[in-house]
């Protein structure tokens, strides 16, 4: 018996490998596409590659090791909670990109902290997001060592009960009754849905909810009351946390038009959350193309030139999540969101954040154009000698490597850089690997042209 649980382990790992090698292939695609500046795609494929050398090591293991009752396994750091320093069980990405078990930062949100345990920036707002990716390398290393990594449930809390469904019903109803009525049930759904996580799931599991839920913003006067459209929108937001919501809010016909002009006018309040609703429904990839075709870049980008600062880093957050996709790219770039960006970076606001979506955006042909014109060097270059984050210099490079290999002009600057500072020689000696990468590759090219100048 154990020696056909052992050829069984076996061809679980010859499947599993499979699998591995199959969406590896789908992401080194996706790098050379990007020419390399998708550094998610980069961290998704180095994973990769670390789960097929553990599953070849795991295959080549002593036998024995498959008798004992405790199999040794060092956890990867990247899969333990930074609070918890424990395996995860069900991670989330908090709003400062970093990710944790989900028990472990709900606990530490609800006594009332509003920063990030690790970075301690104070959040923008308290969505947690499955991070999927982390959790299904969880997963595969966990069975790859046999160990047994217990289903994450939430019955205690989701369960609803049949008064639960009746009061729920009575509130969508109220939805489509009398002004006072309607800001009675959108103030009491903002409150349940914000500390109650079966009323988001009454919201997955009733088929026209959402509908009822947005009725009064087919009132003409809805722009009168900025009190209901705000509850009704940080609703949208509370129920777009659930996964099984995500697809059912966005492909409302009605809810992406109202996010997008929520964004566009209302309070500032009202237009930063409808810009964090449209960063959680972002979360699917569908839903990133049908909000990109909604139009809805451009009151993003209109909401980040303006500068309010929870409202700039929701929107930044939504656009740099659209634009993973290569379409809503393009549709970013014609909205002007080079120029709105650049001018932010200049005047040193939301700097990180920002770096990130330009970075991204140096793929596409008519950004780099546009920060030739907008003489953006020089700033790229200021930011990589002030800054001490490595990402901000990583990106930094990225975008000067393709400025620099789309337009001769920008080597004149880039040599004195040099000259007076060894910014680049700097990043080539102790950046990141990929930093390294693109600042010799900068270097090489413009001592080959200074050469071929020199002999002539």
Not at 122 to 139: F, G, Y
Not at 268 to 275: C, E, F, L, P
Not at 371 to 383: F, H, K
Request: hydrophobic share 40%; aromatic share 4%.
């Amino acid at each position: 018996m154990a020696k056909s649980g052992v050829f069984e382990g076996d061809r679980v790992m010859v499947v599993k490998a499979v699998e591995l090698r199959k969406e590896l292939q789908k992401l080194l695609r996706a790098i050379v596409e990007e020419d390399d500046v998708n550094l998610e795609a980069l961290d998704r494929a180095q994973q990769m590659l670390l789960l097929l050398k553990e599953l070849k090591l795991k295959k080549t293991a002593d036998l024995e090791l498959r008798r004992q009752d405790v199999i040794p396994a060092t956890v990867p750091e990247e899969f333990k909670c930074p609070l918890s320093k424990k395996l995860m069980r069900d991670p989330v990405i908090l709003s400062t990109g970093v990710t944790y078990d989900r028990p472990f930062i709900q606990n530490w949100l609800k006594s009332g902290k509003r920063t990030c345990p690790k970075t301690e920036q104070v959040l923008s707002h308290t969505v947690l997001i499955p991070n999927h990716l982390i959790r299904e390398m969880i997963t595969n290393w966990c069975k790859i060592r046999g160990i047994e990594l217990p289903e994450c449930k939430y019955n205690d809390e989701e369960a609803y009960s049949e008064e639960d469904q009746e009061a729920f019903k009575s509130l969508l109803e109220k939805m489509s009754s009398t002004l006072f009525e309607q800001k009675e049930a959108a103030k009491k759904l903002r409150q349940l849905t914000k500390r109650t996580p079966s009323i988001r799931v009454l919201f997955a599991d009733r088929e026209n909810a959402v509908s009822q839920l947005v009725a009064p913003f087919a009132q003409p006067n809805i722009q009168d009351h900025p009190d209901l459209q705000e509850d009704i929108i940080t609703t949208i937001l509370n129920i777009s946390i659930h996964d099984n919501n995500k697809k059912r809010v966005a492909e409302t016909p009605t809810v992406i038009p109202i996010l997008k002009n929520a964004v566009t006018s209302g309070t500032a309040q009202i237009r930063s959350n409808a810009a964090a609703a449209l960063f959680t429904l972002c979360a699917l990839d569908s839903n990133k193309e049908m909000i990109g075709r909604s139009g809805a870049l451009g009151p993003l980008i209109t909401l980040l030139d303006e500068g309010h600062d929870i409202g700039m880093k929701d929107a930044a957050s939504a656009i740099f999540s659209m634009c993973i996709l290569l379409e809503n790219k393009a549709r970013a770039v014609s909205e002007g969101a080079v120029r709105v960006i650049m001018k932010k970076i200049e005047d040193r606001m939301q700097v990180d954040e920002l770096l990130s979506i330009l970075a991204m955006l140096s793929t596409n042909q008519k950004a780099i154009e546009q920060m030739i014109e907008l003489n953006a060097v020089p700033t790229l270059l200021s930011i990589i000698r002030e800054s001490t984050c490595p990402r901000n210099k990583e990106n930094c490079v990225a975008i000067l490597h393709t400025l620099c290999y789309s337009n001769r002009s920008m080597w004149r600057e880039m040599r004195e850089e040099e000259r007076e500072h060894r910014t680049l020689s700097q990043l080539a000696e102790d950046g990141t690997s990929r930093t390294k990468r693109k600042a010799n590759a900068i270097l090489e090219r413009l001592n080959r042209a200074a050469n071929i100048n020199h002999s002539a």
